[in-house]
C-alpha cells in the first residue's frame, strides 16, 4: 500500500484552505501554493499540489454535475414514487460494490460492512414506503370513483340502500 499523501496528512483547516485556494484560484498557481504552505511549516512540492489539485477537481467537477443533473431531473420529473431515491440506493450500492472490488488487503471492513447495513436497511424502507405510498393512491382514487358513482346514481334516483351497496363494492370494503 503506497504512504499517504503529504497533503492527506496536513490538519484540517490548513486543507480546507489549501482546498478554497484551489477553488479560487482556479486550479492553477501551484507554485505560489507551495510557497504558501512552506510559510505555514509545511515542505510539500508543487507537483504533489499538481496531482491533488488535479484528482480535487474531478471529484468536484462530477459533484457538480452530478448535482446539475438531479436538479433537472427533479424538476422536470416530479418524483411521487421514490422512484428516485430508489435509483440513487442502486447507484450508492453499485460504488460500494466497485469499492469492494478495489479494495486492498487489509482494509478495515467494519466501515464497508455498516454500510451495506444501511443501504440494505435503506432499500427494505423505500420499498415499504412506495408500497403505502401505492396502497394510498389506490385507496384515494377508490373514494373518489365511489363518490362520483354515488353522485351520478343519486342524481338518477337511485335508492341510499343500493348507493351503499355501490359504495361498498367500489370502496371494496363492507358500509
Given amino acids: 500500500m503506497p504512504p499517504r499523501s503529504k497533503i492527506d496528512k496536513l490538519p484540517k483547516e490548513v486543507k480546507q484552505w489549501l482546498d478554497r485556494a484551489l477553488i479560487e484560484g482556479n486550479f492553477s498557481g501551484y507554485e505560489l501554493l ?30 457538480k454535475l452530478a448535482t446539475e443533473q438531479a436538479r433537472a431531473i427533479s424538476e422536470s420529473a416530479p418524483d411521487h414514487a421514490g422512484a428516485m431515491n430508489d435509483a440513487l ?6 460504488k460500494a460494490f466497485d469499492t469492494l472490488l478495489k479494495m486492498e488487503e487489509g482494509t478495515p471492513m467494519k466501515d464497508i460492512g455498516l454500510m451495506v447495513a444501511r443501504l440494505s436497511n435503506a432499500t427494505v424502507n ?30 338518477n334516483g337511485v335508492s341510499p340502500e343500493t348507493i351503499a351497496i355501490i359504495r361498498r363494492d367500489v370502496l371494496g370494503m363492507a358500509a
Fill in 34 to 63: 507551495e510557497q504558501e504552505l512552506a510559510e505555514r511549516g509545511y515542505a510539500i512540492g508543487k507537483s504533489s499540489i499538481n496531482r491533488y489539485g488535479q484528482e480535487f477537481e474531478q471529484r468536484l467537477h462530477a459533484l
Fill in 89 to 94: 440506493i442502486r447507484l450508492v450500492q453499485q
Fill in 126 to 155: 423505500q420499498k415499504k414506503w412506495a408500497a403505502e405510498h401505492e396502497a394510498r393512491v389506490r385507496a384515494e382514487e377508490r373514494a373518489k370513483a365511489a363518490e362520483a358513482m354515488a353522485s351520478t346514481a343519486k342524481a
